[in-house]
């Protein structure tokens, strides 16, 4: 019986290597196409010193991701407690930047993202790990839909909290599956990736101190939503930034 369950364990451990290994291949795909489509215009004869600067950056940006993308794998596996490092950054300006990047790459899946108008806030966050919830949310969402699908950032102030929206025009997600889907490796009979890209969403959150929230319609789509809170402002400037946006639909 001991070796029976020792072999057993074993299994289990080898298949939960594979199921990392086949995570980090999936999530690596696209930033290595970005990075490929990116030297390969730039190695082209006809290129202009612009196009060879623009392909310099997004080779950085997406090099800059994949390292994130390690860091975020081995926290996950450490259950690491390091804390975080904060910085200040105009949501508005932050989120349009990393809009244009993860716009850019679904694109090549026939995809749409939409940003609406954004609060122009200060928010305390760490850049990167905030960079890489947005594009496992927005991965998340791709490969659930059809092409033509379409994912919406929206963002409004509401008292001294900002709420963020991801929404997706997606199947939608079952009753059933929902209460278990920020679990590591509950992929529910999707063909790409283990799960962990919603389990590293939710433990991003947990280190800037709030949670992810969902809620999701068959046939209609899927909203992730979190709040992050704003730096202390003039109690004047936050009443009449919160009174000029139009609160979101839950």
């Not at 289990?12 to 291949?25: Q, S």
């Not at 060879?52 to 997004?58: D, G, I």
């Not at 927005?138 to 929206?154: H, K, L, S, Y």
């Amino acid at each position: 019986n001991r070796k029976y369950i020792e072999e057993i364990l074993q299994a289990e451990r080898l298949a939960m290597i594979g199921r990392f290994a086949r995570t980090i291949v999936h999530d690596f795909k696209n930033p290595l196409n970005v990075i490929g489509l990116a030297a390969e215009m730039a190695g082209m004869d006809i290129a202009t010193p612009d196009m060879r600067t623009q392909a310099q950056l997004r080779i950085t940006r997406q090099c800059a991701r994949m390292t994130n993308m390690l860091n975020e794998l081995l926290d996950f596996t450490r259950s690491s407690s390091a804390q975080l490092v904060l910085a200040t950054v105009n949501y508005a300006d932050y989120v349009t930047a990393l809009a244009e990047e993860i716009r850019a790459e679904i694109a090549e899946r026939k995809m749409v993202l939409l940003v609406e108008e954004l609060p122009s806030v200060p928010v305390q966050v760490e850049p990167q790990r905030l960079s890489r919830l947005f594009y496992n949310l927005v991965n998340n969402a791709v490969d659930e839909m059809q092409p033509g699908g379409i994912i919406t950032f929206r963002a409004a102030v509401r008292g001294r909290e900002l709420v963020t929206d991801v929404a997706d025009t997606g199947p939608g997600i079952a009753p059933e599956i929902a209460a278990r889907l920020f679990e590591p490796f509950a992929t529910h009979g999707k063909q790409h990736g283990t799960g962990l890209g919603l389990s590293i969403v939710r433990g991003i959150l947990e280190k800037h101190g709030t949670q992810v929230r969902m809620v999701s319609e068959l046939g209609i789509g899927t909203t992730f939503w979190f709040d992050l809170p704003l730096e202390q402002a003039d109690d004047d400037e936050l009443r009449l930034e919160t009174e000029r946006r139009r609160p979101m639909e839950a």
